[in-house]
Every structure is written in C-alpha cells, then in structure tokens.
C-alpha cells in the first residue's frame, strides 16, 4: 500500500522534470494558427530559423519530432537505389535531408516557402539545389520541367497558410511517372484546418478517379510530435 507521504506527493510533469514540452514549443503553436497568410508563416519560420536561443533546430530536434526521420527512412525501406532524384518539399532547415544524406541518398534538392529556414539547410550541404518558393496556388507553377523526381518527400508542410491541397498537383507533374511521394504530417491536421477539412480527402481521392496517382498506403505514427500522432501517405505516380 502507498504511504500517506508519498500519495500526497504531486506527480512530476515533463515540464516540472525539466524535459522539453509542446508548451514550451510556442513558435509552432504560432505557425499552426488558423488565418494565417502565406506571408504570415514565411515571416514566422524565417524569425524562428534565426532565434539566437530556441531556433527552430534547437526546438524540434529528433526526440520531440519525429516526422524527418520516419519520411527518410520510409524512403530507404521502399528505393533500394540510393542514386534517385529527389525533392525535399517545405524542406525547412534541412532535417529531412539530413536523414536521407544518412541513408545514403545525395541527390536530393530542397524547395522551401522561407528565406531563413533554406539558409540554414543551405549551410548544412545536404541538398544539392536550393528553391526558395511557396509550391501551390496562388503561386504559378515551378519551373521544374515535367517528371524531374523519382521521389517527392515532405515533412510536416501542411497547416494554415502552408502548402495548399492543390499544390499535389505540381507535385504529381515533376514526379516521373512511377515514382513516389512521401508525405508526413500531422495526423489531426488534414482533418481539422479549415484550408483542408472536407477537402483535403476528396482532393487526392479525384486524382486517383483521375488516374494521376494511386495511394500505396497511409500509415499511422505514435508519437510524432510530442505525444500527437503523425500520419504518412505513399502515393506512386501514374
Ligand atoms: C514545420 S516546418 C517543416 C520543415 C522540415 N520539413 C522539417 O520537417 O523540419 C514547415 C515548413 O514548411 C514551409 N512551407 C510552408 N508553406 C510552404 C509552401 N507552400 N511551399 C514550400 N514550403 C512551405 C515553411 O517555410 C517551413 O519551413
């Protein structure tokens, strides 16, 4: 039985323990609040990207945020040939890249939304192109000729103000034709942000009907950020 001390003894929280919390994480609660404009998140990621104490690297390194790593290795487990070309779209500092660096893909090219966040993936060397471009409307398309990449990837890119459903439509164009696009997120996300609920699903389901892609799987992840739950689409190129 417990003692009478040690029952009324209040129990540690991780932020009481001094471990990192999702509270402490304030810049992605602020990156992820609904209304904001493109403009609004590039302003965002770019401060944070450059915070002299709690940068975006500092904050969602590998043990609180898991989606990097998981895409990476989702890649290695289903390209056996570590030559392929691939895109890291909202590549953000470069973790992703990191990771597929890790697992022996070099060919790989980042586009990010964000000045300050490609700056710092600029000084890691992971990718070998840099873009710096908001992918989607209102944008107008890239200028990545048609079936570039064997394999998109993107790691936690959605969310207000961030890549738009139709977005999968340039993506499907630069992908060749049999390759993949890996996508990880934030499992509650495409159903709950007002620019993707009741249309995030019927989007991708069209361009199945469409025959521009199929869904090879959607997986979901414990943990992904903090204890929320990720959840990642492989869709192959038709
Ligand atoms: C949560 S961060 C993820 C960064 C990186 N993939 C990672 O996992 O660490 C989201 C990134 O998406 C970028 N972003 C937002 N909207 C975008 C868009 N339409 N096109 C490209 N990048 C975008 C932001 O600038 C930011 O760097």
């Given at each position: 039985?417990?003692?009478?001390?040690?029952?009324?003894?209040?129990?540690?929280?991780?932020?009481?323990?001094?471990?990192?919390?999702?509270?402490?994480?304030?810049?992605?609660?602020?990156?992820?609040?609904?209304?904001?404009?493109?403009?609004?998140?590039?302003?965002?990621?770019?401060?944070?990207?450059?915070?002299?104490?709690?940068?975006?690297?500092?904050?969602?390194?590998?043990?609180?945020?898991?989606?990097?790593?998981?895409?990476?290795?989702?890649?290695?487990?289903?390209?056996?040939?570590?030559?392929?070309?691939?895109?890291?779209?909202a590549c953000g500092t470069g973790f992703v890249g990191q990771h597929l660096n890790h697992f022996g893909f070099s060919n790989v090219d980042g586009m990010?939304?964000?000045?300050?966040?490609?700056?710092?993936?600029?000084?890691?060397?992971?990718?070998?192109?840099?873009?710096?471009?908001?992918?989607?409307?209102?944008?107008?398309?890239?200028?990545?000729?048609?079936?570039?990449?064997?394999?998109?990837?993107?790691?936690?890119?959605?969310?207000?103000?961030?890549?738009?459903?139709?977005?999968?439509?340039?993506?499907?164009?630069?992908?060749?034709?049999?390759?993949?696009?890996?996508?990880?997120?934030?499992?509650?996300?495409?159903?709950?942000?007002?620019?993707?609920?009741?249309?995030?699903?019927?989007?991708?389901?069209?361009?199945?009907?469409?025959?521009?892609?199929?869904?090879?799987?959607?997986?979901?992840?414990?943990?992904?950020?903090?204890?929320?739950?990720?959840?990642?689409?492989?869709?192959?190129?038709?």
């Amino acid at each position: 039985m417990m003692s009478a001390s040690l029952e009324s003894r209040s129990k540690p929280t991780a932020s009481s323990l001094g471990y990192p919390t999702e509270d402490g994480c304030h810049e992605m609660s602020e990156a992820l609040k609904e209304g904001l404009t493109k403009d609004d998140v590039e302003a965002i990621y770019t401060d944070w990207a450059n915070k002299s104490n709690g940068s975006y690297d500092e904050n969602m390194a590998n043990h609180v945020y898991k989606g990097p790593y998981l895409v990476a290795k989702a890649v290695n487990d289903n390209c056996p040939d570590k030559n392929i070309h691939i895109l890291d779209i909202a590549c953000g500092t470069g973790f992703v890249g990191q990771h597929l660096n890790h697992f022996g893909f070099s060919n790989v090219d980042g586009m990010d939304a964000s000045s300050g966040m490609l700056e710092k993936a600029k000084a890691k060397h992971v990718y070998k192109n840099y873009f710096c471009s908001a992918i989607g409307p209102p944008n107008p398309s890239t200028n990545i000729p048609d079936h570039t990449y064997d394999v998109i990837t993107i790691a936690g890119g959605f969310g207000p103000g961030h890549i738009p459903c139709e977005a999968v439509d340039e993506m499907i164009r630069i992908v060749k034709p049999g390759g993949f696009i890996f996508n990880i997120t934030r499992a509650n996300h495409l159903q709950t942000y007002s620019e993707y609920k009741d249309k995030w699903e019927p989007y991708i389901a069209k361009k199945e009907e469409e025959q521009k892609w199929r869904e090879i799987c959607r997986t979901i992840f414990k943990n992904y950020f903090f204890e929320k739950d990720g959840i990642m689409y492989i869709h192959e190129v038709l």
